[in-house]
């Protein structure tokens, strides 16, 4: 007599246990943790920038002179969406910047295998430059910024430090500031810097003679490592300072 069929049952493979090989981003980036939000980095680009995979190291933010921050990690749901989960997430302060450039950097294939689905959104210096310092939300009221993390829209002071060079100071707009950064152009001349500023700025902010525009351009090194931009600041050209944002004019 035959007895009645049976069907082995089957399962699927465990996922695999334990840190991924290689950390959370693979032996090349070379880091034992996850990117958080607000972690600043220095990069070694394996090779073509921003089109290879960088080696990373953990460095600070303000006194350090750091290539990329993370602002956001996202989870997805594969890692095709990494690069279009980290554009959204990080448009706001790439498109205020003269030079950012976003970067996606999605967990090893062995690190998905074991769960972990957060992308790190970087956003670089498409130049050698580096970023300055902290982006976006990560800077703080007071902070002295450069021309690589001041961004479109910015209010702040300006001062002489005790080596005579002139710093800006991130400060509130709703509050007394000497300038509103409004943009930024490109030049490869730092002695055209305010003319290509009156000339592409001017007719849209520059509502009477109580204002006109600053232009900061970057020292030696800055320039020297490719960033060739002007920053393009409106001001008063008499007491009182600025108190409040300042809107281009609409006609």
């Known amino acids: 007599l035959r007895g009645p069929a049976t ?14 090989p290689g950390g959370p ?25 921003l089109a290879s995979t960088p080696k990373l190291s953990l460095t600070g ?43 996606a950097l999605p967990p090893s294939a062995e690190a998905w295998d074991r769960g972990l689905r957060n992308v790190a959104c970087l956003v670089f210096s498409r130049s050698g430059a580096g970023i300055g310092g902290p982006l976006g939300a990560f800077r703080k009221r007071g902070e002295s910024l450069l021309l690589q993390n001041a961004q479109l829209g910015d209010c702040t002071d300006y001062a002489k430090d005790k080596q005579g060079n002139e710093l800006m100071h991130l400060l509130d707009c709703n509050r007394t500031h000497r300038q509103q950064i409004v943009g930024f152009v490109r030049t490869d001349d730092r002695k055209k810097g305010w003319d290509l500023c009156m000339k592409q700025y001017k007719a849209a902010w520059i ?10 351009t970057p020292g030696d090194t800055t320039f020297e490592a490719g960033f060739h931009f002007a920053l393009c600041a409106l001001v008063r050209t008499r007491a009182p300072d600025l108190s409040q944002p300042i809107a281009p004019k609409t006609n």
């Not at 089957?10 to 996922?15: L, M, R, V």
């Not at 981003?25 to 090779?47: E, H, I, K, T």
């Open 7 to 20: 069907t082995a049952a089957t399962h699927s493979p465990a996922p695999p246990q334990g840190p991924a």
């Open 25 to 49: 981003y693979g032996f090349g980036v070379g880091l034992g943790a996850q990117l958080r939000p607000g972690d600043c980095v220095f990069a070694l680009w394996s090779g073509e920038k």
């Open 61 to 103: 933010c303000s006194k350090d002179s750091p290539d990329g921050q993370v602002l956001a990690s996202p989870a997805v749901t594969a890692v095709a969406e990494a690069k279009a989960a980290c554009e959204r997430e990080t448009a706001a302060v790439v498109g205020k910047l003269a030079e950012g450039v976003s970067y």
């Open 207 to 216: 509502r009477d003679d109580s204002m006109t525009l600053n232009s900061w």
